[in-house]
């Protein structure tokens, strides 16, 4: 986050990498453990149909492309990384020079293939024939400028294909059913998590906005850099992306507590079908963010479902002692949290307490990555430019 950035600044994967044996140091402390809420103080209404009509026509209008289609046309290449100096580092990649040095655009949240459809039998997790990390980004009007919009990153990790990765812009549908558009989305896109065919991304004071991963549509390239949606002659630009994916619909949040969720990011639990979300907050001192303790929630999908229903009441709530907060992530009752602003990964159950782990810096979401033939892995990422490492390290370093 640009605020952030003032307060601080195995796996099928083709890339040769060198690793480098980081010792993990822990704390153990009962005191700073998480406290519970009452967690139905927290609920959600989901619209999964808010902008169907728009949809129907802008796909009858441009087509989609599916995922093997948008792999085969990448257009970067990710790099190799060495170890970004944590304990259990086990396997990572790098964005191309621009991308790693850009001033205007942030990666924030990750998720993978793996969540959206499980390890599966072959252990490979592929969505549309491709194992694939996702990472989303923020995008600024100039460097230090207003966020303008919204992008992800589909990165193929597979050894049988190219080392290659596609930018999609993220964008919500304008205009009529009869002359559809669609505008850039300028949130922080700081969490995400794919579910099935759903990508969810956290909107910083809503909620989440939703995606179908079955929807990415063709655009046209060669216009000017600013121009978006349908032009006067009836071509669609989107700043020279040759795909965009449309939101569908939205999941909004709401509370009885006297202070409203902030989603700072989110994280996916494929063992209870929930996902997670959590706060990052100041203990005193941010004129962006809020000053307080923290909170991290949890929000069930329906039985059996990759959706909300209309109507979601949290089935847990914790208030953290823990600040500074981009990342979280929970599987089979146990959590993890990443503290950007202390360089800290803690992790906590309620039969264990909590511990802490030295962190990198610029730490931002985490997902879990559940493996049959090998140990689980913590997906991660970091924003700082120049070092926007993305690597997997052991799980069982973080906590048993």
């Known amino acids: 986050m640009s605020v952030k950035r003032k307060v601080f600044a195995v796996v099928a994967g083709a890339v040769a990498l060198t690793t480098t044996t980081v010792i993990a140091t822990t704390t153990a402390s009962a005191a700073s453990a998480p406290t519970s809420l009452p967690a139905n103080q927290f609920t959600l209404t989901a619209d999964y149909h808010r902008y169907d009509a728009l949809n129907a026509t802008l796909t009858s209008t441009l087509g989609t492309a599916d995922i093997d289609t948008v792999m085969t046309n990448a257009e970067h290449t990710r790099t190799a990384i060495s170890s ?107 969490g995400v ?103 991290a929630v949890r929000f069930p999908f329906s039985s059996g479902a990759t959706t909300f229903a209309a109507t979601t009441t949290a089935t847990e709530a914790l208030q953290l002692p823990w600040y500074q907060l981009n990342g979280v992530a929970s599987h089979n009752s146990r959590w993890w949290f990443d503290s950007s602003g202390a360089k800290q990964l803690y992790y906590w159950t309620p039969a264990t307490g909590s511990h802490t782990y030295a962190w990198v810096g610029g730490g931002e979401s985490i997902s879990y990555w559940e493996d049959n033939t090998s140990a689980d892995l913590l997906w991660s990422l970091q924003e700082t430019r120049g070092h926007r490492d993305v690597f997997a390290v052991t799980q069982a370093t973080y906590g048993p």
């Open 84 to 190: 970004p100096g944590v304990a259990g580092y086990s396997t990572g990649f790098g964005f191309d020079s621009p991308d790693n040095n850009d001033c205007k655009n942030y990666p924030q949240g990750i998720t993978s293939s793996r969540d959206a459809v499980g390890a599966g039998s072959d252990n490979l997790g592929r969505y549309g024939g491709h194992q694939l990390i996702l990472v989303s980004w923020y995008t600024m009007d100039a460097c230090d400028g207003d966020q303008s919009r919204s992008r992800i990153t589909l990165v193929d990790w597979d050894s049988s294909y190219p080392n290659t990765y596609r930018k999609i812009l993220l964008v919500e549908p304008t205009g009529t059913a009869s002359a559809p558009s669609f505008t850039d989305i300028p949130i922080h896109a700081g």
């Open 193 to 295: 998590s794919w579910y099935g065919d759903y990508l969810y991304v956290a909107d910083t004071g809503n909620g989440m906005r939703v995606f179908n991963m079955k929807d990415i549509l063709k655009t046209n390239t060669g216009g000017t850099s600013d121009q978006i949606g349908r032009q006067s002659s009836g071509v669609y630009y989107a700043h020279n992306y040759g795909f965009v994916l449309p939101q569908i619909g939205t999941i909004s949040a709401h509370t009885t507590a006297s202070n409203p969720l902030v989603w700072s990011s989110i994280s996916l639990d494929r063992v209870s079908g929930s996902i997670v979300m959590v706060e990052y907050t100041c203990k005193s001192g941010c004129t962006s963010y809020p000053n307080r303790a923290p909170r």
